[in-house]
């Protein structure tokens, strides 16, 4: 799933190619893509798009509309299998195709929705069959807010805020840095990564961390967060952020199931809850313990994170 850093990574991407310019026109090639009716897509045809930002791992395009004085804006989630595509202009010859006609240009795999602009097209696609990516259209900075789940800004927040986030519920570590009303924009890959950087187990409960451990929590969020968002951001004004994975190269432990841990060169072990994966050092981060599934089946039960579906939802 696209997490904070992968979303700015293509926010960095979109505005130089979108902001200032008019938004020509959505395609909505799959209708349960759209979860609001009303305002109805057409009022954003022609308005200039004023700017992209995030929430959570949401995209926004905020969109001047001649109809109205307050914004109009566009919310894109793209959940687990969602991802960006753009697709320049077509070459002279062929711009005086219509817009159908120019199906053919789109990516291959299951094109959700089509962005027009003057400069090119933005395509939104989905990979399986699962639908979960969702487009909402509000109107007004007020029902934006009303999209946001709440979790705070990591990146801004004190050792103090964050603390207090963590420990409003008794919860594992896992749970609490990948729920978005606690803190925004985490999911799987980087809370293994963090957990990794501040060496605690994910399954050390929120209420028992001392003062000492939540700061190194805190500042190894920030620091992992920070770092993999210069690297993505970087890559991402060279070139679209066409592959847009979890599993990356230079992670320490996610997606790195049996691989040796670039700190202390224990093999890296996982847990299997469902369709859920954590990826951990046992050196680093367990005192030297191997997490067995069955025996932690109980409090996998009651405190993992549901799948993006019920996380991302709330």
Same mark, same amino acid.
């Given at each position: 799933?696209?997490e904070l850093?992968?979303?700015?990574?293509?926010?960095?991407?979109?505005?130089?190619r979108?902001?200032?310019?008019?938004?020509?026109?959505?395609?909505?090639?799959?209708?349960?893509?759209? &979860?609001?009716?009303?305002?109805?897509?057409?009022?954003?045809?022609?308005?200039t798009?004023?700017?992209v930002?995030?929430?959570?791992k949401?995209?926004?395009?905020e969109?001047?509309?001649?109809?109205?004085?307050?914004?109009?804006?566009?919310?894109?989630?793209?959940?687990?299998?969602?991802?960006?595509?753009?697709?320049? !202009?077509?070459s002279?010859?062929?711009?005086g195709?219509?817009?159908?006609?120019r199906?053919?240009?789109?990516?291959?795999?299951?094109?959700l929705?089509?962005?027009?602009?003057?400069s090119?097209?933005?395509?939104?696609?989905?990979?399986?069959? !699962?639908?979960?990516a969702?487009?909402h259209?509000?109107?007004?900075?007020?029902?934006l807010?009303?999209?946001?789940?709440?979790?705070?800004?990591?990146?801004?927040?004190?050792?103090?805020?964050?603390?207090?986030?963590?420990?409003?519920?008794?919860?594992?570590? !896992?749970r609490?840095?990948?729920?978005?009303?606690?803190?925004?924009?985490?999911?799987?890959?980087?809370?293994?990564?963090?957990l990794?950087?501040?060496r605690?187990?994910?399954?050390?409960?929120?209420?028992?961390?001392?003062?000492?451990?939540?700061a190194r929590?805190?500042?190894?969020?920030?620091?992992?967060?920070?770092?993999?968002?210069?690297?993505?951001?970087?890559?991402?004004?060279?070139k679209?952020?066409e592959?847009?994975?979890?599993?990356?190269?230079?992670?320490?432990?996610?997606?790195?199931?049996?691989?040796?841990?670039?700190?202390c060169?224990?093999?890296?072990?996982?847990?299997?809850?469902?369709?859920n994966?954590?990826?951990?050092?046992?050196?680093?981060?367990t005192?030297?313990?191997?997490?067995?599934? &069955?025996?932690?089946?109980?409090l996998? !039960?009651?405190?993992?994170?549901?799948?993006?579906?019920?996380?991302?939802?709330?």
């Amino acid at each position: 799933m696209p997490e904070l850093a992968d979303i700015e990574a293509y926010l960095e991407a979109l505005r130089p190619r979108v902001v200032g310019r008019p938004l020509l026109g959505i395609r909505l090639l799959n209708p349960f893509l759209l &979860r609001t009716v009303d305002p109805p897509l057409g009022v954003v045809t022609g308005g200039t798009v004023g700017a992209v930002s995030r929430l959570g791992k949401r995209l926004v395009f905020e969109i001047a509309s001649v109809c109205s004085d307050a914004p109009y804006f566009l919310v894109i989630h793209l959940m687990i299998a969602g991802r960006l595509q753009w697709r320049p !202009k077509p070459s002279p010859a062929g711009e005086g195709a219509p817009a159908s006609a120019r199906v053919s240009d789109a990516p291959r795999g299951n094109v959700l929705a089509a962005f027009e602009f003057p400069s090119g097209t933005l395509f939104l696609t989905e990979a399986g069959n !699962k639908r979960r990516a969702s487009l909402h259209l509000v109107h007004g900075r007020a029902a934006l807010a009303g999209l946001d789940p709440g979790g705070i800004e990591v990146s801004t927040s004190t050792a103090e805020e964050f603390a207090e986030a963590l420990r409003r519920e008794n919860r594992t570590l !896992k749970r609490a840095l990948t729920d978005p009303r606690v803190l925004s924009g985490i999911g799987n890959a980087y809370s293994d990564e963090i957990l990794h950087r501040a060496r605690l187990s994910p399954f050390k409960l929120t209420g028992s961390l001392s003062d000492e451990e939540m700061a190194r929590l805190h500042q190894a969020a920030v620091a992992v967060l920070a770092e993999w968002t210069e690297r993505l951001t970087a890559e991402a004004r060279e070139k679209f952020p066409e592959k847009v994975t979890a599993f990356r190269p230079g992670m320490a432990v996610h997606g790195k199931f049996g691989s040796r841990c670039p700190v202390c060169g224990e093999p890296v072990q996982r847990i299997m809850y469902a369709d859920n994966e954590c990826d951990y050092c046992p050196g680093c981060q367990t005192g030297g313990r191997v997490l067995a599934d &069955r025996s932690l089946s109980r409090l996998l !039960k009651d405190d993992w994170p549901r799948g993006a579906a019920r996380a991302e939802d709330d």
